[in-house]
């Protein structure tokens, strides 16, 4: 079946450190790839997307993400994170002949210590 | 000039009840959704309307009831709710037409079943 998968339920860095966070999507042509971040007790904010083109996108906050077709792979990238980046992070897809839905992954929780 | 609102933030209602959720976007689009976060913040889409057609209707339980009175408003009424509807639901907004749109999230309503 179609789907992204995040495979890091929880991850931990310190405060200043790089920020990796994973995305694989499972789909035959190139899907229409987004992340988007849902702080405590707020709705989802779009960081970035990707439809086609260049590989790597900004975002916003300071996030980047890499599209490599040949890993199936969205992954999610700050090179300095802040306190401020504890939040869910959700990657999604939308594939360009299947409606408007997206579908989400499970997400990643992000906790950063100080 | 909140881009997509929804009331009531919060819910909670005893099980067998009835009752409404309503979202209302300003951002000019034509289609609107409603997706459900589980307790392990799962997202998963429920409906979607476009100009007030509906045009996804996933496995949903038929005592939800999408109503779209106008391309700018999409409610979601709920009758006997059960335990298992509890949840947040998210009601998002885009505008379709071309490949590259992306959807605009409201803040969420948390739905407590008691």
């Known amino acids: 079946a179609q789907s992204v998968t995040q495979p890091d339920i929880h991850i931990t860095v310190s405060e200043g450190a790089s920020l990796e966070l994973r995305c694989n999507y499972s789909?035959?042509?190139?899907?229409?790839l987004f992340w988007y971040v849902q702080s405590p007790g707020q709705g989802l904010q779009l960081l970035l997307k990707?439809?086609?083109?260049?590989?790597l996108v900004q975002g916003i906050k300071g996030f980047e993400a890499e599209f490599k077709r040949s890993q199936s792979s969205f992954n999610l990238r700050k090179p300095s994170v802040h306190w401020s980046d504890a939040a869910e992070y959700f990657c999604?897809?939308?594939?360009?002949?299947?409606?408007?839905?997206?579908?989400f992954g499970t997400g990643t929780q992000l906790k950063v210590e100080l | 000039d909140t881009a997509v609102s929804q009331t009531p933030k919060y819910l909670v209602t005893q099980m067998g009840n009835d009752k409404s959720i309503k979202c209302e976007q300003n951002?000019?689009?034509?289609?609107m959704y409603w997706y459900k976060q589980d307790s392990k913040k799962f997202l998963k889409i429920m409906f979607s309307?476009?100009?007030?057609?509906?045009?996804i209707n996933e496995t949903v339980p038929n005592r939800f009831s999408p109503k779209s009175p106008d391309k700018a408003h999409l409610n979601l009424h709920i009758n006997s709710l059960e335990l298992g509807d509890s949840a947040v639901y998210f009601c998002?907004?885009?505008?379709?037409?071309?490949?590259?749109?992306?959807?605009?999230f409201g803040p969420g309503t948390r739905l407590t079943v008691t």
């Open positions: 309307y476009n100009n007030k057609e509906l045009i």
């Open positions: 999604a897809w939308r594939g360009p002949g299947g409606g408007n839905k997206l579908t």
């Open positions: 789909y035959g042509a190139t899907p229409y």
């Open positions: 990707y439809f086609s083109g260049d590989t």
């Open positions: 951002l000019g689009h034509d289609t």
């Open positions: 998002a907004s885009s505008q379709t037409g071309g490949p590259d749109y992306e959807q605009y």
